[in-house]
């Protein structure tokens, strides 16, 4: 692969600065007729298979994986390949092969085939977030802020490559010519959630691959088919056989092989803190036959707090805090699952809460309610757990049981308990489910050591008018993305770099300045002259 194989590439300019993709707004009637037709449309084509794609190739397996709509679990989403771990290598041949080649191929080309992406998507945006609506139950603000968020990166990336690529050095030192450069690392695995499908999956891709890297993806079981799509529209864009090689499969098999091969160069990771954590050490052990200590880039999970004082806009903070606590159904690392009020207001407050909920509405995401359902039956009964252990922990104030449906979706109540101590179950483990625990603490100091009594460090929020409490929070408050009165979800691409602390993960800060060196090496060049 020479410059000229990947010629055919139109050259997209990333004309003026990076601008956030706009929502869209489905109060317009136009706009909700037009999603309405695209969820039409995209019903149409539900239970297409789809192949393995390795260098180019495509193949097919005699295991299956079956995407199911979450709303309506008969109902088959994409059938998909099952790489095992016999696939391993021919997708690590592949992916080498690739890099020979496209690690050389110019910035500017590689950063112009992200934006070309960002076109396409752009077109075609309600078609992407209706297959979000039936891949993983998300209601149409939900699935269009995913989409927007993927254009985001695709474009944001492209700048950022360019730029890293004009990197010099702090000084030039008299009769020499010092330059700086960032070089690609190799083969890496990219291995994204299910509840960001699409944006997460194409962000650590794409950040990838414009950097020189090439890529081997294992999309989540529950989300193939938008990774699929996204396969799609790389090879349309012209992405060379090989750079980004598709491979769904099970992570015991496939997915473990990938992170234990002695070529792999790095694994980009979001999910759970335990898978994350069992990538991480397979990872640190050298295999034979390697010569690098292998990266990781991990994002994983969240007990995310917002600390209402006694001085906060109390109407704002429980917008805020439900917002954050149901959007998608909770199932966001970045959820408000625990709000910490302050007694002078903790009883106003809990009733505020509570009349806010009672207006949510849940149901088949495609009629776009509040919230859809939970990712899948195992999610289901979990998250049920939880409920009868906050039944036992705690007062139950809204919600707290499961919502029946003909389909047999997997929908519970947004549920809310009131006076949870601060070491309770439901307030220091990840539930990744509608769920929220309502603390009291008698001061504001109280409330920070709670905020902070976790084992993450994700996201956080704090609801004040005191300027000092805000200056003390941005110090003490320790979480690697903090809101200072708003809600702790829907962090923006360029201006909210997202990543957290402890075990929350490596604070890899995507769609901040700094990302792209994750996936690079820096190479110091200095000439005599």
């Known amino acids: 692969m020479t410059f000229a194989a990947v010629s055919g590439i139109q050259m997209r300019s990333p004309e003026g600065g990076f601008v956030n993709e706009p929502f869209v707004n489905f109060a317009e009637p136009e706009n909700k007729r037009a999603m309405q037709a695209a969820l039409a449309d995209v019903a149409t084509r539900l239970g297409r298979e789809y192949d393995l794609v390795i260098g180019g190739h495509r193949e097919r397996t005699a295991g299956k994986i079956v995407s199911t709509n979450p709303a309506r679990p008969a109902q088959v989403v994409g059938v998909h390949q099952k790489a095992g771990a016999e696939h391993a290598q021919e997708a690590m041949d592949a992916a080498l092969r690739a890099f020979h080649s496209w690690s050389r191929v110019p910035v500017e080309v590689r950063a112009s085939l992200l934006l070309n992406a960002a076109a396409v998507i752009r077109e075609r945006k309600l078609e992407f977030s209706a297959w979000l609506t039936y891949e993983v139950g998300k209601n149409w603000a939900e ?75 294992k999309p989540s079981s529950d989300s193939p088919t938008i990774a699929a799509l996204l396969m799609e529209v790389l090879e ?149 757990g939880y409920i009868e252990t906050g039944k036992a ?67 956080g929020a704090i609801y004040t008018a005191d300027r000092a409490r805000l200056d003390y929070a941005a110090a003490e408050f320790h979480v690697g993305n903090l809101y200072l009165n708003r809600k702790c979800t829907g962090a923006m691409v360029g201006a909210h770099p997202f990543g957290g602390f402890n075990m929350s993960g490596t604070d890899s800060k995507a769609g901040g300045p700094d990302y792209l060196l994750l996936f690079t090496q820096a190479k110091s060049v200095a000439e005599k002259i």
């Open 393 to 459: 922990e705690g007062r139950l104030i809204a919600g707290g049981a499961p919502v029946e449906t003909e389909a047999g979706g997997y929908f519970i109540e947004p549920t809310v308990f009131a006076d949870i101590d601060a070491e309770a179950v439901i307030a220091q483990e990840e539930i990744f489910g509608p769920v929220l625990a309502l603390i009291k603490v008698e001061s504001y100091e109280e409330g920070l050591a709670v905020a902070n009594n976790t084992e993450y460090g994700l996201t």
């Open 236 to 384: 349309e864009v012209g992405l060379p056989a090989g750079v980004v090689n598709f491979c769904p499969g099970s992570g015991a098999s496939f997915g473990n092989a990938i992170v234990e091969h002695p070529k792999t160069r790095f694994i980009a990771f979001t999910g759970s803190k335990a898978v994350g954590l069992d990538i991480h050490e397979k990872a640190a052990k050298t295999q034979a036959g390697q010569i690098w200590i292998k990266r990781t880039v991990l994002e994983m999970g969240g007990k995310d707090s917002m600390l209402i004082c006694a001085d906060a806009d109390v109407d704002a903070a429980a917008d805020g805090v439900v917002a954050a606590a149901f959007g998608f159904s909770g199932q966001k690392c970045s959820a408000c699952s625990r709000a910490i009020i302050e007694a002078p207001i903790y009883d106003s407050f809990v009733e505020k809460v509570r009349e806010r909920v009672a207006k949510l509405t849940v149901g088949d995401p495609t009629e776009n309610p509040n919230m859809g359902p939970v990712v899948n039956k195992a999610a289901f009964d979990s998250i049920l």
């Open 143 to 217: 699935a269009d802020a995913d989409t927007a968020e993927t254009i985001d990166f695709l474009e944001f990336y492209a700048r950022e490559a360019l730029r890293l690529a004009q990197a010099t050095t702090p000084i030039q030192l008299p009769g020499e010519k010092n330059r700086l450069l960032y070089i690609p690392l190799g083969v890496g695995a990219v291995i994204p959630p299910w509840n960001f499908p699409f944006a997460i999956m194409a962000g650590m891709t794409a950040a990838a691959i414009v950097t020189g890297n090439t890529v081997i993806l």
